[in-house]
């Protein structure tokens, strides 16, 4: 059995219809410019109270356009007609805003898998019936016991089966987003629950970066970056069931894709690859007030998530002076003020303020390789590159190191020589 995940768009539908097979399970999801259109409309009826009839005739014009298909349009049209009688009349009271999006996105997932599934001809399900998930927090956990059940029970066919991607349900019935990316998890959480042979994921690029082979560890630092086509936490259920994954281009049907498992490329090269992560600023908090202050880490960071600032880098030298740590240009002042109101207990504490970008390199092979570091600061030391802080994973996969702003991309340039 194979798994695959399709992002649907129209210009790609006759592609994605193409490499279903029988016996497969391809799971659908819709596309960012589709969620928009969407949320535009949930907008107007929650916020701006305006009619939305023109807004769901273009939004059937984009389905329509996809299928021919007389029973499809149909169903397209009562759909959206369910959706707009729920946004209108006030069928979602005392329910809130992020709940209420859930349910109608999770509608227009099915609509782009029964999209898929009237040109396939296969056994539709619905991700909502799969994925059964429990709160934690503000977030929906997916529970994997009873979600496997599930998946087991319903994805059994001699058929094609077609599923919608990115949501599940609490068990108290209410629609959930499985958070970021999450029909490419809902692909990998398929593939380990039914012991597929492998996973294929199609995007619009050449796989992962043009690189042919990646392990998982690999390809998880490469997806932490924003550059990536899904997020590293889609890897960890094949990974722990040794399925290969292999990322193909929706768009470039002859090129083999990058082939994601425990082995990884063989070309001899010590760095698998770079990333960079441009328009950040480090701001380091240093002074004598912090030496032997227990805890002084923990309220810097938790004041920066009270502020809602997510941190991208942190380096912290040894004699306890200094903390450096990177956030986005436009979250920086907010993080500054955030930090002072909370250390005014604290003597002596300073901050700089410097734009960098972080350059890491990733590879499986730095591992118990003596004189990777050296190789890589040699590397930038040669080219007169100057570098501000840096920071090393203990699992000796990969180095960040963030140097001046205006360096960074020749830095990353020099070091995918390596």
Same mark, same amino acid.
């Given at each position: ?21 029988? *016996?497969?399970?391809? +799971? ?32 059937? @014009? ?29 069928? %979602? ?29 296969? +056994? ?21 016991? #009873? ?46 629950? /039914? ?26 630092? %490469? ?9 590293? &936490? &889609? #890897?960890?259920?094949?990974?722990? @069931? *040794?399925?290969? $994954? +292999? ?27 770079? $990333? ?5 600023? /480090? ?6 007030? #912090? ?29 306890? %002076? ?5 956030? $986005? ?6 993080? +500054? ?8 207990? %604290? ?32 590397? $930038? ?8 802080? &840096? ?5 000796? /996969? ?9 360096? @960074? ?10």
């Amino acid at each position: 059995m194979i798994v695959k995940s399709f992002v649907l768009r129209r210009e790609s539908a006759a592609r994605i219809a193409s490499e279903c097979q029988e *016996g497969a399970v391809i +799971v659908v999801r819709s596309e960012k410019k589709l969620e928009t259109m969407f949320r535009s409309v949930i907008r107007k009826a929650l916020v701006e109270k305006q009619p939305l009839a023109e807004d769901f005739s273009t939004i059937e @014009a984009y389905f329509n356009a996809i299928s021919p298909d007389p029973v499809y349009r149909e169903r397209v049209a009562a759909t959206l007609n369910g959706l707009a009688t729920y946004l209108s009349e006030g069928m %979602y009271i005392q329910t809130t805003l992020t709940s209420i999006e859930d349910y109608v996105l999770s509608k227009c997932a099915r609509l782009c898998a029964e999209a898929v599934n009237v040109t396939v001809h296969g +056994v539709l399900v619905d991700s909502t019936e799969l994925m059964i998930c429990r709160s934690h927090g503000a977030r929906a956990v997916v529970d994997w016991s #009873l979600s496997r059940q599930e998946i087991t029970s319903r994805c059994v066919s001699d058929k094609k089966i077609v599923v919608s991607g990115g949501y599940g349900r609490l068990e108290t019935g209410y629609v959930v987003r499985i958070g970021r990316g999450g029909a490419y998890l809902m692909t990998t959480l398929i593939a380990a629950a /039914l012991g597929a042979k492998r996973v294929e994921i199609y995007v619009e690029g050449a796989g992962i970066a043009g690189v042919m082979a990646m392990t998982y560890d690999e390809a998880a630092h %490469y997806c932490s970056s924003d550059l990536a086509p899904f997020p590293s &936490a &889609a #890897l960890w259920p094949v990974k722990a @069931a *040794g399925i290969p $994954l +292999v990322v193909r281009s929706i768009m470039d049907p002859d090129f083999p894709g990058t082939i994601i498992s425990a082995f990884g490329a063989q070309d001899g090269r010590t760095v698998s690859g770079v $990333l960079l992560d441009k328009d950040l600023e /480090l701001i380091t908090v240093f002074g004598t007030g #912090l030496l032997g202050q227990v805890g002084l880490s923990s309220t810097v960071f938790s004041a920066l998530s009270g502020a809602g600032v997510n941190v991208r880098f942190i380096s912290q030298s040894s004699s306890e %002076y200094s903390l450096s740590f990177a956030v $986005l240009q436009e979250d920086a002042s907010r993080a +500054v003020e955030a930090i002072v109101a909370h250390t005014g207990d %604290y003597e002596d504490v300073m901050m700089l303020r410097r734009t960098v970008g972080i350059v890491t390199v990733y590879g499986d092979r730095m591992k118990n390789v003596p004189g990777t570091s050296g190789k890589v600061y040699g590397a $930038l030391g040669e080219a007169g590159i100057s570098i501000v802080a &840096a920071a090393q994973g203990g699992e000796e /996969l990969s180095i960040s190191m963030a140097v001046d702003a205006s360096a @960074a991309s020749r830095a990353a340039d020099i070091l995918r020589t390596l």
